[in-house]
């Protein structure tokens, strides 16, 4: 069997119908009955994964339908207006409704958005469908690079989120947040968590493409250095006064927004491409 320790090389968990995986340079595992829940919530995670790796013989992948979300018991929650280009896109819907410095003041100030997202009975799977609303008329999707947070309020991985929004309904009113990102299909994890010892780097690049009848309707990129907070600080702010007997998963915000004329279809398909963790695909209805 290889010695050769994992922890100086990135580690993907994935959680399937078959089971719970583990991929690494090295191949693929099938990990033993395992409770990912449990799994999920440890400070030591990328050590026990490692340990758990050597034990188990090698393995297959699992087949792409058999994904699942990557997520146990955990809530989920969310960032806004940490990149420049979220600042100007909800400076631009809400202006009409005198809301447009409120998101200015937050992307200058120590403190920053955090809003509650999803239960995790709700998260899309990858491959499953993400809804846009039918009392909105101008939707789109939000790539982010999220968080896998412990009990304690460790980073511990790191997945991609599809935040999907209702711009026109948070434009109307900032009191209408909830209703804008909150509701059934609205948020989609995978397509696994990635766990290493460093965090991702500046340079990481974060890609969106929607596809629209097979052919490309918008693409754009950018990378976590366009975050003006650092996920520390989102975590840290997040746990104030706040618990997580079972972790939970933080969106860290989308430096991606399609231009005012874009809405989401029905039928279009969401590709979200985070460096390092893959890629998280998902049909919209």
């Known amino acids: 069997m290889n010695s050769r320790p994992l922890y100086t090389e990135p580690v993907k ?69 940490t990149y420049y280009r979220s600042r100007t896109a909800r400076m631009e819907e809400s202006q009409t409704a005198g809301g447009g410095t409120f998101y200015d003041r937050v992307y200058s100030a120590e403190r920053p958005e955090l809003f509650f997202k999803s239960q995790p009975y709700k998260v899309v799977a990858p491959g499953a469908a993400v809804h846009i609303r039918k009392d909105s008329k101008w939707n789109v999707p939000e790539p982010e690079f999220t968080l896998l947070l412990s009990p304690s309020g460790k980073i511990t991985g790191y997945t991609i989120g599809n935040d999907m929004s209702s711009r026109d309904i948070e434009g109307e009113n900032p009191l209408y947040l909830p209703q804008a990102k909150v509701y059934d299909g609205s948020c989609a994890l995978g397509p696994c968590i990635l766990v290493q010892k460093e965090p991702p780097g500046a340079n990481t690049r974060i890609a969106l493409e929607i596809l629209r009848s097979g052919k490309p309707v918008f693409e754009d990129e950018t990378t976590l250095q366009q975050m003006k907070r650092e996920p520390d600080v989102l975590a840290r702010y997040l746990f104030r006064e706040n618990s997580f007997p079972r972790g939970c998963f933080l969106l860290t915000g989308t430096g991606i927004v399609p231009p005012d004329s874009f809405t989401l279809q029905p039928g279009d398909i969401v590709r979200i491409t985070i460096d390092g963790i893959g890629t998280l695909e998902n049909p919209v209805d």
């Open 13 to 81: 968990l994935y959680r399937t119908r078959q089971g719970i995986f583990l991929a690494s340079r090295q191949g693929w595992r099938l990990l033993p009955d395992t409770d990912f829940a449990a799994l999920t919530t440890r400070d030591d995670l990328l050590d026990y994964l490692e340990n758990l790796y050597a034990a188990v013989g090698p393995s297959g992948p699992p087949p792409l339908d058999s994904l699942l979300a990557p997520i146990a018991n955990q809530e989920v929650w969310a960032a806004g207006v």
